[in-house]
T-cell receptor
Framework: GDSVTQMEGPVTLSEEAFLTINCTYTATGYPSLFWYVQYPGEGLQLLLKATKADDKGSNKGFEATYRKETTSFHLEKGSVQVSDSAVYFCALSDNGGSQGNLIFGKGTKLSVKP | SAVISQKPSRDICQRGTSLTIQCQVDSQVTMMFWYRQQPGQSLTLIATANQGSEATYESGFVIDKFPISRPNLTFSTLTVSNMSPEDSSIYLC??????????FGEGSWLTVV
């Protein structure tokens, strides 16, 4: 079945460091891909998404590009801030996006130190 | 985007009791989803709730333990029955919004003592 694999955490960075969180997927069709963020004590928020190959999702300085050839959707940010400390989840939807359920990776906890 | 509200946001429950979580969406949606997030874990889909039909449960989840209602296109409830400490989790409601995106409520944080 479909699955999402993301890098194990926790990841600890200094403020203004470059961030990459790797995410790869397996899917039979052409899924939509998402990154969600969960700040401490809060629910899930959509961070960015991409619905087809070569699409780039971006939000709040974060970016991820849908790479069909490598089945990847790595999350990047050029300069992290303390406020970016959170758990990041990569996810895919293989049922038409808004009409389908999501398959999540295990989450990567990011801690940014001042 | 869709705005999804859940109640209660947090609760401490006694072992053996049941609790019903409510989920309200600000627009009509065909399908709503219930997820569980156990402490320090990722999200696991419990069931998909369609209006006018019985919910579809994922492997490992049964209706007797997690009965779901979906009385209309904007509302759903999930009941966690006969709770045990292993049911201590965040329960999240989600629904599809515009632009092929799935949105989540803020979650209901349950602790069973």
């Amino acid at each position: 079945g479909d699955s999402v694999t993301q890098m194990e955490g926790p990841v600890t960075l200094s403020e203004e460091a470059f961030l990459t969180i790797n995410c790869t997927y397996t899917a039979t069709g052409y899924p939509s891909l998402f990154w969600y963020v969960q700040y401490p004590g809060e629910g899930l928020q959509l961070l960015l998404k991409a619905t087809k190959a070569d699409d780039k999702g971006s939000n709040k300085g974060f970016e991820a590009t849908y790479r069909k050839e490598t089945t990847s959707f790595h999350l990047e940010k050029g300069s992290v801030q303390v406020s970016d400390s959170a758990v990041y989840f990569c996810a895919l939807s293989d049922n038409g996006g808004s009409q389908g359920n999501l398959i999540f990776g295990k989450g990567t906890k990011l801690s940014v130190k001042p | 985007s869709a705005v999804i509200s859940q109640k209660p946001s947090r609760d401490i429950c006694q072992r053996g009791t049941s609790l019903t979580i409510q989920c309200q969406v600000d627009s009509q949606v065909t399908m709503m989803f219930w997820y569980r997030q156990q402490p320090g874990q990722s999200l696991t889909l419990i069931a998909t709730a369609n209006q006018g039909s019985e919910a579809t449960y994922e492997s490992g989840f049964v209706i007797d333990k997690f009965p779901i209602s979906r009385p209309n296109l904007t509302f759903s409830t999930l009941t966690v029955s006969n709770m045990s400490p292993e049911d201590s989790s965040i329960y999240l409601c989600s629904a599809g919004g515009s632009g092929n995106t799935i949105y989540f409520g803020e979650g209901s944080w349950l602790t069973v003592v």
